[in-house]
């Protein structure tokens, strides 16, 4: 019976002893292969949270920056917005490079851990080896083919980084140009944009000059005109003068003498005349230089000077101007006057020549007193002319003169017509007094006749003693008369060129306001095509957003599974307690053993339930075994399903770069249009350059042809006494300064 125990005994002692070794062959074979699982599935997921992580960073900084881009105005400080994005952009670039270093560095770190636990699996395995029968066999074959899925599964997860890597190297690049490319053209509109202003600028600051040197000959012609002026009304008088002097033919007994006086006198004021015309052309160094500058008549303002009218206020220029117009207007008026008034009383005193010859002789006393009262405000005329002249001269250096030409157009205006009206009294009083003269120099001569007897021998003496007398007043008065014609014919010439620089005026701003309207048109077309590209350029950054509202999507989707990882560890760490429980449960199963192993001859018929618990707990490791399985499946279709996701992103890249490539072309179209434009306009800018110098030659001979036929006119109208007798040649020279008179003008 002993025997027959003792051989019952020791198989069933190598039978437990082998059960022992297989139970804990597979249960350390089942958590190291656990525990290695678990570990690479936590440095995954630490890995994934922090690429997660800096994309999230990432993806926060390229919002500020397409914000930044969508919300820039292409003309409100372009340069700082440049500066500002390139900023942004290249601290993307460097977070980018950054981040694939970093991820590169953990993925080989991650390399070097699994060939460490692969590694010390293998050893551990061939230590085993020896222990492990049944089950463990099995798993010891499954290994490598785990690993070699480890292994692609990491090889996967690399090629997917670099490719993203890359695609972002390309993005930031295609970026980078379009950036460069949007800069170019902002700095090649803003220097189209410069170059038009400044043409602009030119040609009205042009302009502007053209206007002044014009302003400053009508001022030096207006001189002239007002000699001619006060010229014409000196022979007038003598006209007047010699008819009363012929009235009187048949009282005076030396007519001859009288009429050699006369004549004499008339051709010194001639001479006179043409000296002063002479004399206005010169300059005033020249006149002071030949001593023809008469210091006495002609007294420079001793308060008009260009400092003083330099430092003069706009407003203080026009009161000035118009002082002196006032002043000028009303010495003329008070001249005019005077001279009808002498004009009367020689009337008079001719109709009372006969009859009351004391009168006679207080009035020519109170004529020859009125007489230097007379010079001395033709003077006084003559004084203002000065100025007037004075002040064109210093003209040139005030910049203010534009401001004003509306106010000296409505008063040429006003000059013009109150010149109209005087020349009409004028002529209306000139025949009128022609007629009163005629008739009483013939009253006058009746009455002669009749008393020629009576009073010759009276008359005789009397009117020795008057010829003499009015012989004298007659030189003073024509000098007076003189100059009095020189002021008026410069007044006129002032107020024709004053006409003519309104007219040139007017002509120059509608000039500019025809050019302004050109720009204007162009500046509306860039317009137009700068909102069509801004257009585009906000599609752009919609299709922007959409991306970027996709990847926040993947990102969610990144998020979820993540949770669900989170959720897959939790289960893989109850299942790690079930199996701790199950060990401690193997344990008391072991101490159990023992304890039966001690009463193994008296409990023999408890072997078959602990076989039967055995087998129990093989099908529990079984299942368990059957469940890990599941959960490497499932964890398998998580990262298929990660790739997935991560090819669709690719894709979208791709399709991206496409958009951008086209985007590319497009500003190249725009950067070839742009030189277009601005060579046709440096084509335009050389003609508009040939026709103004055209232009200057053909002023510069209309001005020669002018400048000559001034010269015979003025030659010609030297010998104008001589050529009064014969009315066809006055006829012509009247019509050569019309025309002349008409071409100035027109050229001005």
């Given at each position: 019976m002993d025997s027959f125990l003792a051989d019952i005994d020791e198989p069933l002692i190598i039978s437990r002893m082998v059960s022992d070794s297989v139970i804990k062959g597979m249960v350390n074979a089942i958590e190291e292969q656990a525990a290695e699982r678990i570990a690479q599935k936590e440095l995954e997921v630490v890995e994934l949270k922090k690429i997660l992580d800096r994309f999230r960073v990432g993806s926060d900084e390229t919002k500020t920056l397409l914000s930044l881009v969508h919300h820039c105005e292409p003309h409100e400080a372009a340069m700082h917005q440049?500066?500002?994005?390139?900023?942004?952009?290249?601290?993307?670039?460097m977070y980018v490079d950054s981040l694939q270093i970093a991820v590169h560095e953990h993925l080989s770190l991650l390399e070097k851990e699994i060939k460490k636990i692969r590694g010390s699996s293998s050893i551990r395995r061939i230590s085993s080896g020896s222990d492990l029968v049944g089950l463990s066999g099995i798993l010891q074959e499954n290994m490598p083919e785990k690993w070699i899925f480890v292994d692609k599964a990491f090889e996967d997860l690399k090629d997917t980084l670099d490719t993203f890597c890359r695609r972002m190297e390309g993005m930031d690049q295609l970026s980078k140009a379009s950036l460069s490319e949007w800069q170019q053209e902002q700095?090649?509109?803003?220097?189209?944009?410069?170059?038009?202003?400044?043409?602009?600028?030119?040609?009205?600051?042009?302009?502007f000059e053209q206007k002044l040197w014009d302003l400053y000959d009508s001022k030096s012609r207006n001189c002239f005109n007002q000699y001619n002026e006060i010229s014409s009304l000196r022979q007038e008088l003598d006209s007047i003068f010699k008819s009363l002097s012929v009235s009187e033919a048949g009282y005076l007994i030396s007519y001859g003498s009288l009429e050699n006086t006369e004549e004499w006198c008339h051709n010194k004021r001639a001479d006179h005349f043409h000296v002063k015309l002479s004399t206005d052309h010169l300059p005033p160094s020249t006149m002071?230089?030949?001593?023809?500058?008469?210091?006495?008549?002609?007294?420079?303002?001793?308060?008009?000077?260009?400092?003083?009218?330099?430092?003069?206020?706009?407003?203080?220029?026009?009161?000035?101007?118009?002082?002196?117009?006032?002043?000028?207007?009303?010495?003329?008026?008070?001249?005019?006057?005077?001279?009808?008034?002498?004009?009367?009383?020689?009337?008079?005193?001719?109709?009372?020549?006969?009859?009351?010859?004391?009168?006679?002789?207080?009035?020519?006393?109170?004529?020859?007193?009125?007489?230097?009262?007379?010079?001395?405000?033709?003077?006084?005329?003559?004084?203002?002319?000065?100025?007037?002249?004075?002040?064109?001269?210093?003209?040139?250096?005030?910049?203010?003169?534009?401001?004003?030409?509306?106010?000296?157009?409505?008063?040429?205006?006003?000059?013009?017509?109150?010149?109209s009206d005087k020349k009409k009294e004028f002529k209306k009083i000139y025949e009128v007094i022609f007629k009163e003269a005629s008739d009483s120099a013939q009253a006058s001569s009746g009455l002669g006749i009749e008393e020629a007897d009576l009073e010759s021998v009276m008359m005789q003496g009397q009117l020795d003693i008057n010829h003499v007398i009015f012989k004298e007043t007659l030189v003073n008065a024509n000098e007076a008369l003189k100059l009095e014609a020189a002021e008026k014919e410069k007044l006129n010439y002032e107020m024709l060129m004053l006409k003519s620089l309104v007219e040139e005026n007017e002509r120059l701003i509608q000039g500019a306001a025809d050019y302004l309207v050109e720009e204007k048109r162009k500046t509306e077309l860039a317009s137009r095509e700068l909102n069509s590209l801004r257009a585009e350029i906000v599609q752009q950054h919609n299709v922007i957003a959409e991306n970027c509202k996709e990847l926040d999507v993947t990102k969610g989707n990144l998020v979820a599974t993540l949770k669900e990882i989170e959720l897959y560890k939790g289960k893989m760490h109850e299942l790690h307690q079930n199996l701790e429980q199950r060990m401690n449960k193997l344990r008391e199963t072991d101490e159990e053993r023992s304890v039966l192993h001690a009463l193994t001859e008296k409990q023999q018929e408890e072997?078959?339930?602990?076989?039967?618990?055995?087998?129990?707990?093989?099908?529990?490791?079984?299942?368990?075994?059957?469940?890990?399985?599941?959960?490497?499946?499932?964890?398998?279709?998580?990262?298929?399903?990660?790739?997935?996701?991560?090819s669709r992103n690719c894709l979208r890249l791709e399709n991206m770069r496409s958009e951008f490539r086209w985007i590319n072309n497009k500003a190249n179209m725009l950067k070839t249009m742009g030189l277009v434009y601005k060579q046709r306009l440096e084509t335009r800018s050389s003609d508009l350059a040939k026709a103004e110098v055209e232009v200057d030659l053909l002023g510069d001979e209309v001005d020669t042809l002018l400048s000559l036929l001034e010269k015979i006119y003025i030659a010609l109208d030297h010998y104008?006494?001589?050529?009064?007798?014969?009315?066809g040649i006055i006829e012509i020279l009247e019509l050569v300064r019309r025309e002349l008179t008409g071409d100035s003008r027109r050229h001005v």
């Open positions: 440049f500066s500002d994005s390139d900023v942004e952009h290249d601290r993307c670039i700095e090649f509109r803003s220097e189209i944009e410069r170059m038009v202003i400044s043409n602009g600028i030119w040609g009205l600051q042009q302009e002071e230089e030949n001593g023809k500058w008469e210091e006495s008549k002609i007294n420079k303002p001793e308060n008009l000077d260009s400092a003083s009218l330099k430092h003069m206020s706009k407003e203080e220029l026009v009161t000035y101007i118009t002082k002196m117009k006032r002043n000028h207007e009303s010495q003329v008026q008070e001249k005019t006057e005077e001279n009808f008034r002498l004009r009367r009383e020689l009337l008079n005193l001719k109709e009372r020549g006969s009859s009351f010859p004391l009168k006679k002789d207080k009035e020519f006393e109170l004529l020859k007193k009125k007489i230097p009262d007379v010079i001395s405000k033709l003077n006084e005329i003559l004084v203002g002319n000065e100025k007037v002249h004075q002040f064109s001269e210093n003209i040139e250096s005030i910049s203010s003169l534009k401001d004003r030409l509306d106010f000296l157009h409505s008063e040429n205006h006003q000059l013009k017509d109150t010149l072997l078959n339930l602990i076989e039967a618990k055995e087998r129990e707990s093989r099908k529990q490791m079984e299942s368990t075994i059957n469940l890990i399985h599941k959960l490497l499946t499932m964890i398998t279709g998580f990262e298929a399903r990660v790739n997935k996701d991560i104008s006494p001589i050529l009064q007798h014969y009315p």
